[in-house]
């Protein structure tokens, strides 16, 4: 436990590094954005490729990425059955607050945290693809239908073949798969930058959370709340539950899983809501909710299995 505790701690340490320089002045708000892009198209990338590459990708992809997609349905059904009780929102609002409950932070928060806690980032690939190839598609098909289609389908289908993390992960499952030993010409370079994906990606974190402030009045505020429960509570407990119980898993197998479930609401549910306007304040403010408070589940999934 004791490991995880502290690569929790060094993370939360580089986070507030980025946060105090933007709330200090030290750096201006634009900088996020220009580090937050390299991350996503350079950095992040190539850490992804050297982990996929390095891992066993039948065993990751025969039990995470079904887990992935159990957890994640799982979240989004409740989800969508409390809104029908009781909140009684469209289905594109619906829609939105469903995939705040269970779209996870993988790539951004994911490989750090991943790499950090439990020493591999091996377990973020397979997560990451059933997010993209399977939950965004899904998702924004329904708001196309509900909310006015705003995206163009031949985008939506196209989306994840053009994704730098998907490419990477895809040519890390060949390598894996075929055993081939990447020249060092090759793999150098790739590891440079592979080593800059965290500390960059960490501090655009930080660096993001300044001067932003949730939860104002007559925006949602029970939705977001109850949005921010499943992502960070719910959706563990159900990981835990079917890791241990169906897939039969333990150890830090089972700890690196909840650790994914635990994770923070992605980005990406409100750059996939604001086309249709529908959600969008919900969608932002279970992100912020979910990016302060991560710290403390995450302590809490390595205290009980760590």
Known sequence: MGGVVSGILIISAVIAVGYLAVRCKLLAPEVQAALTRTAFYITNPALLFTVVAGSDIRAALGVDAPLALLSAAA?????????????????????????????ANANNIGIPVSLYAVGTAQHVAPVLLVQLLVLAPFYVTILGVAGGAKIPWKRVVLQP??????????????????????????????????????????????????????????????????????????????????????????????????????????????????????????????????????VGALLVVAWLLG
């Not at 979240?75 to 705040?100: D, H, I, K, N, W």
């Not at 835990?240 to 994914?260: D, K, N, P, T, Y």
Request: aromatic share 8%; proline share 6%; charged share 10%.
């Open 161 to 294: 073949l053009g994704n730098p993390m998907i490419i990477a992960s895809a040519l890390g499952v060949v390598v894996a798969l075929t055993r081939w030993e990447v020249p060092e010409l090759v793999q150098r370079p790739i590891d440079m930058l592979a080593g800059a994906a965290v500390p960059m990606v960490l501090l655009a974190f930080g660096m993001s959370l300044a001067g932003r402030a949730p939860l104002q009045k007559g925006d949602g505020r029970v939705e977001t709340v109850v949005a921010t429960l499943l992502k960070l509570v719910g959706m563990p407990l159900v990981v835990w539950a079917l890791g241990r119980f169906v897939f039969g898993l333990e150890g830090q197998h089972l700890l690196a899983l909840v650790i994914m479930g635990a994770l923070p609401t992605a980005q990406n549910v409100f750059l996939f809501a604001s086309p249709y306007g529908r959600g969008t304040v919900v969608a932002r403010d279970v992100i912020l909710l979910t990016t302060l408070l991560c």
């Open 75 to 103: 979240m989004g059904l409740l989800y969508c059955l409390l809104s029908f009780l009781f909140f009684r929102r469209p289905v594109a609002e619906t829609a939105v607050g469903a995939m705040a409950s269970s779209y």
